[in-house]
């Protein structure tokens, strides 16, 4: 979802960055390299790491248009997309060390081109002010339909997370009554809406746009999750649609990864919220529901036709609330909706990993959810570029260390007793809430060893603000069990998502994995970031080794990638790895 503004181009003359560290290049750079080119690579990138990297990122925020004004992205959540594709080359008979190609392509070029025609653009965003005088039939149609009869493939910006071989749809987008075979056989770019847009995944070129309504048609709603979750084993994927209005419905829904179908597993009626993410655990999905709630139902977002204009004041008085749902659909003996939690009220975007354990009692199940939440929606406000871009006065106010009101912290939550049917007891139960770690510790875009996702883990990866710039200033290493951080972080140097891959060598699988936690294995592997050197002005990939956070090699870039969200990676080996059951990119 893209805003743009009218607004005229400050002058060309910027101030002195915040401390010395820029930043600006990630929040404006056009860059791509529609052709794969190799990257110089210094120091040590492991051959087991190989395979595809793909990530997410935002393209240029002043686009000039062809009356002379400059339109400008405000928030950064509207960028215009741009994805990134790093491929692993391991040593062969003809080249000794590591290769890194690197292609990057605009999925975005229509609505670029229409920004430029016509100075505006109409489409649904993040938190782009509107025109109010604007009629209501015009703001219905301009939200939930495209503009054209036939919308183009490259006309939505929508790059948030990616998804390779998403069951049920085939690369062009259509409906395929199967799943897909091992290797890279489709892309596709999501956000917090019902809709995909599918790339080509050498190329990267958009070739096709598709709803969700297409893999069952009751997923008609406008709103859902940019986070589907993968079962790491069967590759099945989990989400929820939700539909708006008085009585807002989520749906919860599986794509089995074998057949390509889709079950509805459970229909919950409850207060629509803005949700990025939620839970999978071994047996079940949770649906917590926290305090982002839109106003009038979602109806809002027909006025404003912006996410962030559309919800609620946040209102520490509303408890969030935890919805349990069996993982199997009704055909293969699934109960839908099992129990339901309150626990104290947080705002959240990013959940890490749940997982199951014996109840104290030794008669039932529990469930632990570990999440990155927040005391109010500041934060929100604070993702509009004045006050991230390190040349702009408001971003201080923002990065000072004393400021709290938009700095993370992970949450550690229990579901006790979960029933082995839905409970009679209409009464909400209690959510535990077990621990809460240490400001400026916690990380932001976290990742886990993906071997133990729905397992217990330990560590958990991410971006740090301390305070050091306007932005994110530091790789983090959390540690759940010690309650310790071990970061890396160099001047000027902005990290994004730190993409985590085990050590693989061929013919390995975990897909015998028990929930055990075994702490020698865990953090053995290689974190992948993208960077941007703030003062050359180009950005790299970077390699970490996760047990020291020292850094073992880097592949660099001639041009700035701009500050994008998530990425996902599929081995060259044929493991589970982050690649997931078959080869496919593990949606977190």
Not at 245 to 264: D, M, N
Request: proline content about 7%; overall charge neutral.
């Amino acid at each position: 979802m893209t805003m743009v503004s009218s607004t005229e181009s400050s002058s060309s003359q910027e101030p002195k960055p915040f401390q010395d560290w820029p930043n600006s290049q990630g929040f404006n750079s056009a860059y791509c390299e529609a052709s794969p080119i190799e990257l110089k690579v210094k120091g040590n990138i492991p051959a087991w790491a190989a395979g595809v990297l793909y990530r997410t990122g935002s393209g240029a925020s002043e686009i000039e248009t062809d009356s002379g004004k400059i339109f400008k992205v405000n928030h950064w959540f509207d960028g215009h997309s741009i994805v990134h594709r790093f491929q692993i080359l391991a040593p062969d008979s003809e080249n000794g060390s590591v290769r890194v190609l690197y292609n990057s392509r605009s999925t975005c070029d229509g609505l670029i081109e229409q920004i430029r025609k016509t100075g505006k653009r109409e489409m649904m965003s993040f938190g782009r002010k509107y025109d109010p005088c604007m009629s209501y039939f015009k703001k219905v149609m301009s939200i939930f339909r495209p503009d054209r009869t036939v919308p183009r493939p490259d006309d939505r910006p929508m790059s948030v997370t990616l998804s390779v071989n998403f069951p049920g749809v085939s690369a062009t987008g259509r409906k395929q009554p199967h799943g897909h075979a091992s290797g890279i056989q489709t892309l596709c770019n999501k956000t917090d809406s019902n809709g995909f847009q599918m790339l080509d995944p050498d190329t990267l070129e958009p070739i096709g746009i598709v709803q969700q309504a297409i893999l069952h048609p009751d997923l008609k709603g406008p709103l859902s999750s940019a986070h589907a979750k993968s079962d790491p084993v069967t590759g099945d994927v989990f989400n929820f649609n939700l539909t708006l209005g008085r009585t807002s419905t989520y749906r919860i829904f599986r794509v089995s990864a074998s057949t390509g179908e889709t079950s509805i597993l459970a229909r919950i009626r409850a207060n629509a919220a803005y949700l990025h993410s939620f839970f999978l655990s071994k047996n079940y999905v949770i649906l917590c529901i926290w305090n982002s709630f839109f106003t009038a139902g979602g109806s809002s977002i027909l006025w404003n036709r912006n996410i962030v204009d559309s919800l609620a004041d946040y209102d520490p008085s509303r408890p969030a609330r935890w919805y349990v749902v069996d993982r199997r659909p009704a055909a293969e003996g699934g109960q839908g909706l099992i129990e339901t939690y309150e626990s104290e009220p947080f705002y959240c975007f990013h959940t890490i990993n749940a997982f199951e354990e014996a109840s104290a009692d030794g008669k039932g199940t529990d469930i632990i959810a570990d999440l990155i939440t927040y005391p109010s929606l500041d934060l929100l406000k604070r993702f509009y570029l004045p006050n991230l871009v390190s040349t702009s006065t408001a971003a201080t106010t923002y990065a000072d260390r004393s400021n709290l009101s938009t700095r993370p912290t992970l949450k550690r939550f229990r579901l006790p007793s979960i029933p082995p049917s839905p409970s009679p007891d209409k009464r909400r139960k209690k959510a535990i809430l077990e621990f809460t770690s240490k400001p400026f510790q916690c990380p932001e875009l976290p990742t886990i060893n993906p071997s133990y996702v729905v397992r217990k883990h330990r560590y958990v990866y991410g971006v740090l603000d301390t305070g050091k710039s306007t932005f994110y200033d530091s790789l983090a290493k959390y540690d759940l069990k010690t309650d310790t951080v071990q970061t890396w972080s160099s001047h000027g140097q902005t990290a994004g998502e730190a993409i985590f891959i085990p050590r693989r060598r061929p013919g390995d699988n975990n897909t015998d994995a028990t929930d055990g936690n075994d702490d020698d294995d865990e953090d053995d592997g290689i974190l992948l970031s993208v960077v941007l050197d703030g003062p050359a002005g180009r950005s790299y990939l970077l390699a970490l080794d996760p047990k020291t956070m020292k850094e073992t090699g880097r592949a660099e870039v001639d041009g700035p990638v701009g500050f994008g969200f998530h990425g996902t990676h599929v081995s060259a080996l044929g493991s589970q790895g982050i690649g997931g059951a078959k080869g496919r990119g593990l949606d977190f």
